[in-house]
């Protein structure tokens, strides 16, 4: 009544505290759980799990798992993608196949395209992340983070050994372990 669209109301789970905003459209076989908030003209699914999440206007998630994160405007998300744990993807970004981040903030017009993860991570403006980028957060016994500055390229298959920082324009060749520091304008 309010001007969301649902394709098939027999197949969707929606919480009673959830916020759908006019314009969204709710695919088949999607869920959306907690308080849960999907801004104006976003689309959902098919097939996502949303739980105490926030999409903000004119994002898009299919065949993807979304918990307690935030996607900003015009972000696309999927398909199977998971996000969870204090995620914030900023506006415009493209978060695509087999890709999850954990407790990471990512920067405005950034791709991490398919088969990559990111924990505990903060990440700048117009980042590119390869194939197979990883930041390798855990030595088995703690947590540590990475930290990536504006318009970095990181090529295919690269580890970012944390604790480290990626300093603006740095480029990272294909499949490179980095263990130290990157200086601004880096070629490594």
Same mark, same amino acid.
């Given at each position: 009544?309010?001007?969301?669209?649902? *394709?098939?109301? *027999?197949?969707?789970?929606?919480?009673?505290?959830?916020? /759908?905003?006019?314009?969204? $459209?709710?695919?088949?076989?999607?869920?959306? =759980?907690?308080?849960? $908030?999907?801004?104006?003209? &976003? /689309?959902?699914?098919?097939?996502?799990?949303?739980?105490?999440?926030?999409?903000?206007?004119?994002?898009?998630?299919?065949?993807?798992? $979304?918990?307690?994160? =935030?996607?900003? @405007?015009?972000?696309?998300?999927?398909?199977?993608?998971? =996000?969870?744990?204090?995620?914030?993807?900023?506006?415009?970004?493209?978060?695509? !196949?087999?890709?999850?981040?954990? !407790?990471?903030? /990512?920067?405005?017009?950034? *791709?991490?395209?398919?088969?990559?993860?990111?924990?505990?991570?903060?990440?700048?403006?117009?980042?590119?992340?390869? &194939?197979?980028?990883?930041?390798? !957060?855990?030595?088995?016994?703690? #947590?540590?983070?990475? =930290? /990536?500055?504006?318009?970095?390229?990181?090529? &295919? !298959?690269? *580890?970012?050994?944390?604790?480290?920082?990626?300093?603006? @324009?740095?480029?990272?060749?294909?499949?490179?372990?980095?263990?130290?520091? $990157? #200086?601004?304008?880096?070629?490594?």
């Amino acid at each position: 009544n309010d001007g969301v669209i649902i *394709n098939n109301i *027999n197949s969707v789970t929606i919480s009673k505290d959830a916020i /759908i905003s006019k314009g969204s $459209v709710i695919k088949q076989g999607s869920i959306i =759980l907690g308080k849960s $908030v999907i801004g104006r003209n &976003c /689309i959902v699914g098919p097939y996502s799990y949303i739980k105490d999440s926030k999409m903000e206007d004119e994002s898009i998630c299919s065949y993807s798992v $979304v918990e307690d994160c =935030l996607i900003k @405007k015009k972000a696309s998300i999927g398909p199977f993608t998971r =996000l969870r744990m204090n995620s914030i993807i900023g506006e415009s970004n493209r978060v695509g !196949n087999f890709v999850e981040v954990k !407790n990471s903030t /990512i920067g405005n017009k950034t *791709n991490i395209a398919h088969l990559a993860y990111l924990g505990d991570t903060v990440c700048g403006n117009e980042v590119n992340f390869g &194939c197979g980028s990883i930041t390798v !957060n855990y030595d088995g016994q703690k #947590k540590y983070k990475t =930290l /990536i500055e504006d318009k970095v390229f990181i090529g &295919c !298959n690269s *580890n970012l050994i944390a604790p480290i920082k990626i300093k603006s @324009k740095s480029f990272i060749a294909a499949g490179s372990t980095i263990t130290e520091d $990157v #200086k601004e304008g880096s070629f490594v």
